[in-house]
C-alpha cells in the first residue's frame, strides 16, 4: 500500500543525545515536511523540502536538522541543542500538478519523542 | 505572513446535534489552498477536504459539509446529526506559495466532544 511511513512510533531520549526520526514515502510525493505538535497545540513547521538535496527551514528549525538525499526519505535528527525536544512529530508530504490528490498534503501517524 | 485562526478550542455537543467550527485564514495571496484535517486520539492527522482559492462552491459530503467564503475569510465546517465517533481535534489549514516552496500553515484545532 502506498503511504507515508514513520518510525519509531515511541522514542526516548536522553538529554545531551541527538536522535533521528524516519519518514519514508512511496507515493512519488515532490515535497516532504517536518512538523511538531505540543500537548494540546496546534502543529507549527520545523522544515520542508521541494526536491532531492534542497530543504528550508520552518518556523522552529533551530535544534533540528535534516537531509534530503532520495526523493523517498527525509529524515530529522534531533540535536542536543534542541532544549525542549519532547513532542510529537509529524512527516508529511505532497505532489504537485493538477487532480485533487497532487496539492494534498497526507501525513504519516507520527512519533512521540520523550526525554528522560 | 499567513494565519489561520480557530476560535473555537473546545466545543462539546450532544450526541445528534449539529456543530459548526469555524477557521478565518489571512493570506496575501490570491492563489492557495485551504485544508480540513482530523486528529483522532491515536494521532495521525486524516484529510477531510481540500478547497481552491478559485473554488467558493460549498461541498457536502455526507454529514459533513464546508462554506468557503472568501469575502470573510472563512472556512467553515458543519457535522450534522453529530456522531460520538466524530470527537476528535479538527484543524483547518492554509497552503500557499513562496519562492522556496509550499508550506502548510495550521490553526491552532478544535477539540469536539460529542457526548452520548
Known amino acids: 500500500d502506498g503511504g507515508i511511513t514513520q518510525s519509531p512510533k515511541y522514542l526516548f531520549r536522553k538529554e545531551g543525545q541527538n536522535v533521528t526520526l524516519s519518514c519514508e514515502q512511496n507515493?512519488?510525493?515532490?515535497?516532504m515536511y517536518w512538523y511538531r505538535q505540543d500537548p494540546g497545540q496546534g502543529l507549527r513547521l520545523i522544515y520542508y523540502?521541494?526536491?532531492?538535496?534542497?530543504?528550508q527551514k520552518g518556523d522552529i528549525a533551530e535544534g533540528y536538522s535534516v537531509s534530503r538525499e532520495k526523493k523517498e526519505s527525509f529524515p530529522l535528527t534531533v540535536t542536543s541543542a534542541q532544549k525542549n525536544p519532547t513532542a510529537f512529530y509529524l512527516c508529511?508530504?505532497?505532489?504537485f500538478g493538477q487532480g485533487l490528490r497532487r496539492n494534498t498534503i497526507y501525513f504519516g501517524e507520527g512519533s512521540w519523542l520523550t526525554v528522560v | 505572513a499567513q494565519k489561520v485562526t480557530q476560535a473555537q478550542t473546545e466545543i462539546s455537543v450532544v450526541e445528534k446535534e449539529d456543530v459548526t467550527l469555524d477557521c478565518v485564514y489571512e493570506?496575501?495571496?490570491?492563489?492557495?489552498?485551504l485544508f480540513w484535517y482530523k486528529q483522532p486520539p491515536s494521532g495521525e492527522l486524516v484529510f477531510l477536504i481540500r478547497?481552491?482559492?478559485?473554488?467558493?462552491q460549498n461541498e457536502i459530503s455526507g454529514r459533513y459539509s464546508w462554506n468557503f467564503q472568501k469575502s470573510t475569510s472563512s472556512f467553515n465546517f458543519t457535522i450534522t446529526a453529530s456522531q460520538v465517533v466524530d470527537s476528535a481535534v479538527y484543524f483547518c489549514?492554509?497552503?500557499?506559495?513562496?519562492?522556496?516552496?509550499?508550506?502548510?500553515?495550521f490553526g491552532e484545532g478544535t477539540q469536539l466532544t460529542v457526548n452520548p
Open positions: 489549514a492554509l497552503r500557499v506559495w513562496e519562492t522556496s516552496g509550499s508550506r502548510l500553515t
Open positions: 523540502s521541494q526536491i532531492v538535496n534542497d530543504f
Open positions: 478547497r481552491n482559492s478559485f473554488d467558493e
Open positions: 493570506t496575501r495571496d490570491t492563489t492557495y489552498y
Open positions: 508529511a508530504s505532497t505532489s
Open positions: 507515493l512519488n510525493h515532490d515535497a
